[in-house]
């Protein structure tokens, strides 16, 4: 341990000492389209603020908002309410935290995959929790492609946005690099939010990905990817799923998951805010940073062959070396 | 192509059922824009029912019976206080949208999604909701068309009065119209979320829309609105499938086709499309 980062651990345990004894920080969360209970996003999000209210003795409250104007309000309704801290989970809050954010200047607020504007400047008292999903796409696509008997993989986005166009183009170019004469479709499941909950329509689009004979398929669509599972469990094909280990979703049927440490990075911000030391600004984690990641356990050890393992841990050595640079759109 | 033709059929089964639903009602002279909640309301039932007891059929038969509860009440407020139709058909939409996240939070203590259930098992291979959708078209038909019930229904929906004064009690003919228009918009979100192994909030997704839509190019007969439903299900299949061949057809292009057309049908411009003369109309036994 550095000097520096030693002080920095003291300052920590004696503000984290001083605000225990205060009243307890008091977080409040907006969920994204999809909600609690899709298995994935979401959950992830929720499950980094159990763990801050176990570990850090928190006190938290939740909203899921149902229409788009219910964003904006849930976040006004935390921020003027005694929360120290409010987070939005999902791009989709961008606008909403904007405008919440300065009409509440002395309130903390966090954005999970804030989509950062070039031409405005962030709210000092909001910091950006970005990913690099891209990195660990590229991972799953190396993964999909030497897994694929059929060498066809398939992907299935939510909404058509730059968000998901990163899953996209990673995945894309995993599949290329780990094998050129691998085929990728790509599919979205429509243009608006309502794309990341409509399972009925992600369950056809991969019946037919399947039907073309892909193999593997990759989602990262929220809700609508339970379809794809679906499909896949119809099919006998595979699914890989997206943001948290999906494997029960359809055990047997989730080659891996490439996952975002949403709850990391919701726990890591609040115990920031209750140490006092809440920076505003984006924040942005890769691979490199543990971020993101694929999961390869126990379940689904087997599934994967090991020439796929070593090529995609050989993949995250030269991407974390800046070795490979893995395009986002 | 058979496997297109499939997915097509599938898709459109709600729509097919939930169009059907909205013809019995309408041809008995309600407007029943209350569907949505209708197919939500029965999409949910079927799910809590499979849950609760692990048998998928029940959970079909449960989403039938919520179907028609969601239809009782709009024929409750419509029929015996005259509350405008269209209102007290919105007025469902919203009370379900509401009811099935509380249920949710309840029994499942999440907002948006359940937990996974049974769904049907294949007969031959074939999904027995497409069988059952197609034998309820052709009854339908023959029902309105050919039987005594389907007489009195279209009478009570052209000219109550008349019907009246014949003897046919106007507005229970009128309820059972609603009730029938339920139990198949109900069968149509079992089908939705059966088929999903899960609700997930607002999984009917605006279909109820599309229906309605559907009844009027179908020009309120079974078998034209059977067919607008399926015209609406291929649309969104092809599209699928274009873009998986990297053809992109906007999504916006396939969800404008319904109401593009319905504009264009009630313009005139798909010949004549007449709605029942007393469609819409609160009728009182006890005038003059």
Not at chain 1, 107 to 123: E, G, N, Q
Request: net charge positive; aromatic share 10%; hydrophobic share 50%.
């Amino acid at each position: 341990m550095s000097p520096k980062k030693s002080f920095l651990a003291f300052f920590l345990v004696c503000s984290l000492g001083a605000s225990a004894a205060a009243a307890p920080l008091k977080v409040g969360l907006v969920f994204d389209v999809g909600g609690r209970g899709d298995k994935s996003f979401n959950d992830s999000a929720f499950r980094g603020l159990e763990r801050a209210e176990k570990e850090l003795a928190i006190k938290k409250e939740y909203i899921e908002p149902t229409e788009a104007a219910d964003r904006e309000n849930a976040l006004r309704q935390f921020a003027s309410g005694d929360f120290d801290l409010i987070i939005g989970i999902g791009f989709i809050f961008t606008d909403d935290v904007n405008r919440v954010a300065k009409a509440f200047p002395k309130k903390h607020f966090a954005c999970v995959d804030y989509a950062v504007d070039p031409s405005k400047t962030i709210p000092g008292n909001v910091v950006a929790l970005k990913f690099r999903e891209q990195e660990s796409s590229f991972l799953g696509g190396v993964i999909a492609a030497l897994t694929s008997k059929t060498k066809k993989v398939g992907f299935v986005g939510g909404m058509d946005v730059p968000l998901i166009h990163k899953f996209d183009a990673g995945f894309n170019a995993g599949a290329k690099w780990a094998d050129p004469k691998v085929k990728v479709l790509v599919s979205y499941a429509g243009v608006t939010p309502e794309a990341f909950k409509d399972p009925a329509k992600g369950k056809e689009i991969a019946l037919s990905q399947f039907d073309q004979g892909a193999d593997v398929i990759y989602h990262a669509s929220g809700s609508t990817g339970l379809g794809v599972f679906e499909a896949a469990r119809e099919k006998h094909g595979l699914a890989m799923g997206v943001d948290s280990d999906q494997y029960k979703d359809a055990p047997g049927f989730v080659l891996t998951s490439i996952t975002k440490n949403v709850d990391n990075a919701v726990y890591d911000v609040i115990k920031r805010q209750q140490a006092g030391q809440f920076k505003g600004g984006v924040i942005e984690l890769g691979l490199k940073e543990k971020g993101v990641d694929y999961i390869y356990d126990d379940h689904n050890k087997a599934m994967i062959p090991a020439a796929a393992r070593a090529k995609a841990e050989e993949a995250r050595k030269l991407i974390v070396a800046k070795k490979i640079s893995v395009p986002f759109k | 192509m058979i496997t297109f033709l499939l997915q097509g059929l599938r898709i459109s089964g709600p729509y097919v059922l939930a169009a059907l639903a909205g013809v019995f009602s309408e041809t008995g002279g309600v407007v029943n824009i209350a569907l949505e909640g209708i197919l939500l309301n029965g999409a949910l039932a079927a799910v809590l029912a499979a849950y609760w007891t692990g048998s998928p059929w029940l959970g079909v038969l449960a989403g039938v019976l919520a179907g028609v509860a969601a239809a009782g009440i709009h024929a409750f407020a419509a029929l015996r206080y005259k509350v405008d139709q269209v209102i007290s058909g919105l007025a469902v939409n919203f009370l379900v949208a509401g009811l099935s996240r509380f249920l949710l939070k309840l029994v499942f203590n999440s907002t948006s999604n359940s937990a996974r259930v049974e769904g049907l098992a294949p007969w031959a291979g074939v999904d027995p909701f497409l069988v059952l959708t197609v034998l309820i078209v052709i009854a339908s038909h023959w029902t309105i068309k050919r039987t005594v019930f389907g007489l009195r229904l279209r009478a009570v929906g052209e000219h109550p009065r008349a019907a009246e004064t014949l003897g046919i009690k106007v507005l229970r003919m009128r309820l059972w119209g609603v009730l029938i228009s339920g139990a198949l918009a109900g069968l149509g979100g079992a089908w939705l979320s059966l088929d999903q192994h899960q609700f997930t909030d607002a999984m009917s997704g605006g279909r109820g829309y599309i229906a309605l839509a559907a009844v009027i190019i179908g020009k309120w007969t079974p078998l034209g609105a059977a067919a607008a439903a399926l015209f609406f299900g291929f649309a969104e299949a092809s599209q699928i499938i274009l873009q998986t061949y990297g053809l992109r057809v906007p999504t916006q292009f396939v969800q404008m086709i319904p109401y593009a057309l319905t504009l264009a049908a009630v313009a005139g411009l798909i010949g004549r499309s007449r709605p029942p003369a007393a469609d819409g109309i609160p009728y009182s036994d006890e005038q003059d």
